[in-house]
């Protein structure tokens, strides 16, 4: 019984990849995805990082004078 990529013209060995390009193909697809999601999280999370030090630090500023330009 023949595949079905032999019934459509391509050889078996065209569409079998190795395991070396799995993984690599693999890794590019996560660290691209890891990269998205940092810029993100970066992005709406460097704010409220900024406040929750502000808050941490001594004298301890009430949220109003620590969001306040004066």
Not at 20 to 36: D, G, N, P, Q, S
Request: charged share 20%; no cysteine.
């Amino acid at each position: 019984m023949a595949s079905a990529a032999a019934e459509k013209g391509k050889a078996p060995a065209d569409t079998e990849e190795t395991a070396a390009a799995t993984a690599a193909r693999l890794t590019a697809e996560w660290t691209t995805w890891a990269m998205k999601n940092a810029k993100v999280v970066a992005h709406y999370g460097f704010i409220p990082l900024v406040i929750l030090i502000g808050m941490n630090s001594e004298p301890k500023p009430r949220l109003a004078q620590l969001l306040s330009p004066i």
